[in-house]
């Protein structure tokens, strides 16, 4: 008798620690109140402040971040986002958003896409820039083009460059003055590098130029 009074004793303080635990959760004191947002967030300012809103006043211990997170994360301008919760009233955004690098050609429509050429959206999305256009003609071209401008590191160069595109016997960069630089997907970053740093010295000694080769062991110029 003495053990099942013992154990009923037990049962119920455990019950009532369930029950007094569960309405201090559920209490305001784990409500959200504060959302922090860190990292810019100028094409996505109004779908994260309408997420904001929704977490505000919600119980953070039931509050499923990772359904938020997932959410941003599907839209094309996000290229990484976290969400934090800091009890016990507090959430904290962390999102990198995508940064334009160039301008992709689809037909006759212009796409912002960044610096791995991931298109993320329309160029009226966003005040135009000074940042090259991209022409390509199918995926295996389009891959090139990623891999040329990769290995482009010198920003004073890439700022020089108007277009990149794809041509049946090779890829050219053109320049903002017209002159083209002819290369493809083995040319090195010291090779653009390298003739970046010449490029002045070229045209004061060679005078006005059509093209530079870059496909070969040889710069060839004319």
């Known amino acids: ?32 109140q504060e959302v922090v947002v860190n990292g810019n967030t100028k ?7 309408e997420q904001v809103e929704k977490m505000k006043g919600k119980n953070i211990v039931y509050l ?7 959410f941003l994360r599907n839209d094309a301008r996000v ?21 334009p690098y160039a301008y992709v050609r689809k037909g006759e429509n212009l796409f912002l ?32 083009i990623k891999i040329i401008i990769s290995k482009i590191k010198n920003k004073d160069f890439y700022s020089m460059i108007s277009e990149i595109r794809k041509t049946p016997k090779s890829y050219e960069i053109l320049l903002v003055n017209g002159v083209i630089f002819r290369t493809d997907t083995d040319v090195t ?23 530079i080769d870059l496909r070969f062991k040889d710069i060839y110029k004319k």
Do not use: H, W
């Not at 099942?4 to 119920?12: Q, R, S």
């Not at 499923?64 to 997932?70: A, G």
């Open 1 to 32: 008798m003495k053990n099942i009074i013992k154990i009923l004793f037990i049962l119920f303080l455990l019950l009532g620690i369930i029950f007094f635990c569960k309405r201090f959760i559920d209490s305001d004191y784990f409500k959200v």
């Open 79 to 99: 290229k990484k986002v976290s969400i934090t919760k800091q009890f016990p009233s507090k959430i904290l955004f962390n999102i990198e958003e995508r940064q």
């Open 113 to 144: 896409a960044d610096d791995e050429l991931n298109i993320y959206g329309d160029k009226l999305e966003d005040s135009p820039k000074s940042m090259p256009i991209i022409e390509y003609t199918d995926e295996a071209s389009l891959e090139g």
């Open 64 to 70: 499923n971040t990772k359904e938020i997170e997932n």
């Open 43 to 49: 094409l996505l300012q109004r779908d994260v402040t």
């Open 189 to 211: 970053e010291k090779k653009y590098d390298d003739t970046y740093k010449a490029y002045d010295q070229i045209i004061r000694k060679e005078g006005p130029l059509t093209y």
